[in-house]
């Protein structure tokens, strides 16, 4: 069945989705399958804004730079089969936040893509389909699609919604920016890496299964102090295998590990302060609305220099009005 609409544009906004429980290598590398369940929120105030538009050929501009096609081909590949259409798209892409740092900027870029895509060649088509499609981009944008608190089973196609966006009232994240520099390895080359070299690989996937219905309950009871630990473990095991690949994967820098330092002086002092990191310097802290304050107080003293976001759990994917590109 060919499906399709006379709409020749789209603008679409969203945003990051921040795991708790890392996603970090493959099961099926051209299928794109993770081989790790993990858990995210889609955070709220970073966004990611594209316009899709169909067009002679695909072609991708983020943040005004025109990037390499072949990045993004299995995707738009996947997506004409799916929708039996010949159509080609122009897209034209920005983030109001750090691209390429370990700030999940390509599960928004391809979340917004597929989103955006997904709805011009069938404005009824499902967030699952369009999971699907947005995980052949970038398996975190299976996440991305849904607002709110995501759950995406190792070896799934798709991620799925478990809480609403409001769900957890009380949680923030503090999101310390330690570089705005780009990273000098794609997470998909350092989890393959890691996947082919590191000797605790095959631990850390055995591990993670044993984490996520763990996290998930202690998420379930909204119950940070029980929950802290698994994000910590999640984190710290990813980095494990990353330490150990051949040739090791270093993306901390030394005001990463202060920040890290910090927030273990605070749990010290009963304050909920449980940290995470991505593929990048960034450190991204959750903890309890009450406890931002003195939290932000802590990491500007210890490091002045560094920008402070304070997000909360926000909404998926949606159509905004826009001029067309
Ligand atoms: C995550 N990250 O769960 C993990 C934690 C970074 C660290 O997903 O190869 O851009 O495109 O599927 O999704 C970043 O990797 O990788 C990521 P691909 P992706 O959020």
Same mark, same amino acid.
């Given at each position: 069945?060919? #499906?399709g *609409?006379?709409q020749?544009n789209?603008?679409?906004?969203?945003? %990051?989705?921040?795991?708790?429980?890392?996603?970090? +290598?493959?099961?099926?590398?051209?299928?794109?399958?993770?081989?790790?369940?993990s858990?995210?929120? !889609?955070?709220?105030?970073?966004t990611? !804004?594209?316009?899709?538009?169909?067009?002679?050929?695909?072609?991708?501009?983020?943040n005004?730079?025109?990037?390499?096609?072949?990045?993004?081909?299995?995707?738009?590949?996947?997506?004409?089969?799916?929708?039996?259409?010949?159509?080609?798209?122009?897209?034209?892409s920005r983030?109001?936040? %750090?691209?390429?740092?370990?700030?999940?900027?390509?599960?928004?870029?391809?979340?917004?893509?597929?989103?955006?895509?997904?709805?011009?060649?069938?404005?009824?088509?499902?967030?699952d389909?369009?999971?699907g499609?947005?995980?052949? +981009?970038?398996?975190?944008?299976a996440?991305?699609?849904?607002?709110?608190?995501v759950?995406?089973?190792?070896?799934?196609? #798709?991620?799925?919604?478990?809480?609403?966006? #409001?769900? /957890? %009232?009380?949680?923030?994240?503090?999101?310390?920016?330690?570089?705005?520099?780009?990273?000098?390895?794609?997470?998909?080359?350092?989890m393959?890496?890691?996947?082919? *070299?590191?000797?605790?690989?095959?631990? /850390?996937?055995?591990?993670?299964?044993?984490?996520?219905?763990?996290a998930?309950?202690?998420?379930?009871?909204?119950?940070?102090?029980?929950?802290?630990?698994?994000?910590?473990?999640?984190?710290?095991?990813?980095?494990?295998?990353?330490?150990s690949?051949?040739? %090791?994967?270093?993306? /901390?820098?030394?005001?990463?590990?202060?920040?890290?330092?910090?927030?273990?002086?605070m749990?010290?002092?009963?304050i909920?302060?449980?940290? !995470?990191?991505?593929?990048?310097?960034?450190?991204?802290?959750?903890?309890?609305?009450?406890?931002?304050?003195?939290? *932000?107080?802590?990491?500007?003293?210890?490091?002045? #220099?560094?920008?402070?976001?304070?997000?909360?759990?926000?909404?998926?994917?949606?159509?905004i009005?826009?001029? *067309?590109v």
């Amino acid at each position: 069945m060919t #499906h399709g *609409t006379s709409q020749e544009n789209i603008t679409v906004q969203a945003s %990051p989705n921040l795991a708790l429980i890392k996603y970090w +290598g493959k099961s099926d590398v051209e299928k794109n399958l993770p081989a790790t369940p993990s858990i995210g929120i !889609t955070l709220k105030n970073l966004t990611t !804004t594209t316009t899709v538009a169909r067009s002679e050929k695909d072609s991708v501009v983020v943040n005004d730079i025109p990037v390499d096609i072949e990045r993004f081909t299995p995707f738009f590949d996947s997506l004409r089969e799916y929708f039996d259409s010949k159509d080609c798209f122009s897209c034209y892409s920005r983030n109001n936040f %750090p691209t390429s740092a370990g700030l999940a900027s390509s599960s928004s870029g391809f979340a917004a893509l597929a989103f955006g895509a997904g709805k011009l060649l069938d404005p009824g088509v499902s967030l699952d389909i369009i999971s699907g499609l947005a995980r052949i +981009g970038s398996a975190s944008a299976a996440r991305a699609v849904f607002g709110g608190f995501v759950s995406f089973p190792s070896h799934a196609e #798709h991620a799925d919604k478990i809480h609403e966006e #409001h769900f /957890w %009232p009380e949680l923030r994240i503090v999101v310390v920016e330690i570089s705005k520099t780009a990273k000098t390895i794609s997470s998909r080359g350092a989890m393959e890496r890691a996947r082919l *070299t590191s000797p605790f690989y095959r631990e /850390w996937c055995l591990d993670s299964e044993k984490i996520f219905p763990k996290a998930l309950s202690a998420l379930a009871n909204k119950d940070l102090e029980s929950l802290g630990p698994f994000i910590r473990s999640s984190y710290l095991k990813m980095f494990a295998t990353m330490f150990s690949s051949e040739p %090791p994967i270093l993306y /901390w820098k030394p005001e990463s590990l202060v920040a890290i330092r910090c927030c273990e002086e605070m749990r010290l002092k009963s304050i909920g302060a449980w940290e !995470t990191m991505d593929a990048g310097a960034q450190v991204k802290i959750f903890c309890l609305e009450k406890d931002v304050s003195k939290i *932000t107080q802590v990491i500007k003293e210890a490091l002045p #220099h560094v920008g402070i976001l304070i997000s909360e759990p926000g909404p998926g994917p949606k159509e905004i009005l826009q001029k *067309t590109v």
